[in-house]
């Protein structure tokens, strides 16, 4: 009960208060209660982090997410080049021309919006896109964490990898001082027959975390598992193709292509989804990093995917989709308000659980 209270006071303090890099040190002199993460081996002040997109492919975006009191970000996918400027996926820098928050029958209160959009990478060439991660690079720190996410050439099965492509650009990146990096399957392959193809896929996983790795010792790399419809046999596939590819850990997980409405697909159903792929990834490699992402909405959410064996989480849609509820917060920007949510809420917010004796137990 005096936890509770402690708790309480906290919370009214930061409806009125901006939340910054300091809240978690406050937690835990307040309450007793270490929020801190990881990302791998990197450590977080706490488990939430914003996922590569709309949110995350301007300076002044991250000086927000920063300011907000984030443990970091992961910019937006860049589309890598070789270094005579070729790039064979360029047609995944395509320019977003709509961008809709729609929400589940469920949904009644407008809480969870599910984001539909018609883009995909960054649409930068190589040379512009490293003028902006260099710009952002000097906001990462020992309290704020940045990564990359990089997508280049994905062989269909009568092709071999364009190796110069992920190289040259892992190089140009890891030169500036970046040296995690995640690999960003696209959601939209679902719609590419001709790629999609199972041995193909899991050669993907397989070598191309090697020819990332081939860069530096120092470079780490998180592939992001897609969601396709072959069951979850072949998402653990993914995963053991993963590790055998000396990746230093996964991303659980990118959104699901639904056909009828030709987009990718988060929300609850994408939650459900990952969840239970993390616990069987659970069993076959207890100790193998994970960050999970989909459907994260509440306190309760985040606390689900670190019950279920995530060592952090990346949420965008909350943030970018349109609440109708109007937040508990009403100072500050809506990285702040949704953080606040996420933390204090007092119904479902992960604090309220942690001081309730609910959370999981840390490894």
């Known amino acids: 009960m005096q936890l509770e209270k402690k708790l309480e006071k906290l919370s009214i303090y930061y409806l009125e208060n901006p939340l910054d890099r300091k809240f978690p040190e406050i937690i835990k002199s307040e309450l007793g209660i270490e929020i801190n993460a990881k990302y791998g081996t990197i450590p977080l002040i706490h488990p939430i982090l914003v996922a590569p997109g709309q949110l995350t492919r301007e300076k002044g975006q991250i000086e927000r997410i920063k300011k907000a009191g984030y443990s970091g970000c992961i910019l937006k996918s860049v589309v890598g080049e070789d270094e005579k400027g070729d790039c064979s996926m360029i047609e995944y820098r395509k320019k977003m021309t709509f961008l809709k928050t729609v929400y589940e029958k469920e949904d009644k209160e407008g809480t969870q919006p599910i984001i539909v959009w018609n883009g995909r990478a960054d649409t930068r060439n190589l040379k512009e896109y490293l003028e902006f991660a260099q710009t952002v690079f000097p906001y990462q720190n020992d309290d704020f964490f940045i990564s990359i996410s990089i997508l280049c050439h994905l062989p269909t099965p009568?092709?071999?990898?364009?190796?110069?492509?992920?190289i040259y650009t892992?190089?140009?990146?890891?030169?500036?001082?970046?040296?995690?990096?995640?690999?960003?399957?696209?959601p939209g392959l679902k719609n590419e027959k001709e790629l999609i193809e199972k041995e193909n896929v899991l050669r993907w996983y397989r070598e191309i975390p090697e020819i990332i790795?081939?860069?530096?010792?120092?470079?780490?790399?998180?592939?992001?598992?897609m969601n396709f419809d072959f069951g979850i046999d072949f998402q653990i596939k993914m995963v053991e193709e993963t590790i055998k590819g000396k990746a230093d850990g996964i991303t659980i997980g990118n959104r699901f292509f639904k056909q009828e409405i030709n987009s990718a697909w988060g929300g609850r159903e994408l939650k459900e989804r990952n969840i239970q792929v993390i616990k069987e990834v659970k069993k076959i490699s207890e100790n193998f990093p994970i960050s999970g992402t989909g459907g994260i909405y509440t306190g309760?959410?985040?606390?689900?995917?670190?019950?279920?064996?995530?060592?952090?989480?990346?949420?965008?849609?909350?943030?970018?989709?349109?609440?109708?509820?109007?937040?508990?917060?009403?100072?500050?920007?809506?990285?702040?308000?949704?953080l606040y949510e996420l933390f204090f809420n007092p119904e479902h917010?992960?604090?309220?659980l942690l001081v309730s004796g609910l959370a999981p137990e840390k490894s």
Do not use: H, M
């Not at 009568?158 to 992920?166: D, G, I, P, R, T």
């Open 158 to 166: 009568k092709e071999e990898f364009k190796k110069e492509e992920w």
């Open 170 to 186: 892992t190089k140009k990146l890891y030169e500036i001082g970046y040296k995690i990096f995640e690999i960003d399957f696209c």
């Open 213 to 225: 790795k081939s860069v530096s010792e120092e470079i780490l790399v998180y592939p992001k598992l």
């Open 300 to 338: 309760r959410d985040v606390f689900d995917y670190i019950k279920a064996g995530a060592d952090n989480v990346q949420i965008l849609s909350y943030i970018l989709g349109k609440v109708k509820k109007e937040f508990l917060k009403k100072k500050g920007d809506k990285f702040e308000k949704t």
């Open 349 to 352: 917010g992960f604090l309220k």
